[in-house]
């Protein structure tokens, strides 16, 4: 069976400064995708970025990153300058390639940006 | 707009109440899915489908029901509501190939069960 874990529950940073989302993963699928979703306390789910698991170099999207470690089966998030806007829920997911919708999360990590 | 329409946003039941809550995209996607999100939890799959006619089960999937009798539509049904259904209800969709990385997702139903 598929399973995400977030350990962190909660997270502080400073405006301007980076922050790391810990997420790791437990599949027995040779080929799958990872996600990370932002839910802004407006509670919709906004995709922010994607790493396929035969994709060799790491996913970027603007200031996201994502930390991929196939053999450690990690799949952080980096934030590079976080801004205000940033503060909100962080949810990690990952799919079978043969699953189609079929999404399973992790807990999540709330994460609140400091002035 | 293009995207994933839920309706109602937000609904209160008394117990053994039934209802259905409606979800609908205009993507072409084919494959959709229900989620309920509690507190302090991440978002647990209830049904999903992977095209017109076809449904199948997800994590948790006991006191729901669902058809999808069309691409465009994907209703989900409370038999006979329970408080443990109260919960924020999520529907989504996606396309095939490259277009199934992504799960596009609705605004949320927000569901209160006395």
């Known amino acids: 069976a598929q399973k995400i874990t977030q350990t962190q529950p909660g997270m502080f940073v400073q405006e301007k400064e980076a922050v790391t989302l810990d997420c790791t993963y437990d599949t027995s699928d040779q080929s799958y995708g990872l996600f990370w979703y932002k839910q802004p306390s407006s509670g919709e789910m906004i995709f922010l970025i994607y790493q396929g698991s035969y994709d060799e170099q790491n996913a970027t999207e603007g200031r996201y990153s994502l930390n991929f470690q196939k053999a450690r089966k990690s799949a952080n998030l980096v934030i590079s300058a976080s801004q205000l806007g940033d503060s909100a829920m962080y949810f990690c997911a990952m799919r079978s390639y043969n699953q189609g919708g079929k999404l399973i999360f992790g807990q999540g990590t709330e994460l609140s940006v400091k002035p | 707009n293009a995207g994933v329409t839920q309706t109602p946003k937000f609904q209160v039941l008394k117990t053994g109440q039934s209802m259905t809550l409606q979800c609908a995209q205009d993507m072409n996607h084919e494959y959709m899915s229900w989620y309920r999100q509690d507190p302090g939890m991440g978002l647990r799959l209830i049904h999903y489908?992977?095209?017109?006619?076809?449904?199948d089960q997800g994590e948790v999937p006991n006191g729901y029901n669902v058809s999808r009798s069309t691409t465009e539509d994907f209703p989900l049904r409370l038999l006979s509501a329970a408080p443990s259904q109260t919960s924020v209800y999520f529907c989504a969709s996606s396309g095939q190939g490259s277009g199934a990385n992504v799960l596009t997702f609705g605004a949320g139903s927000r569901l209160t069960v006395l």
């Open positions: 489908s992977v095209g017109a006619g076809i449904t």
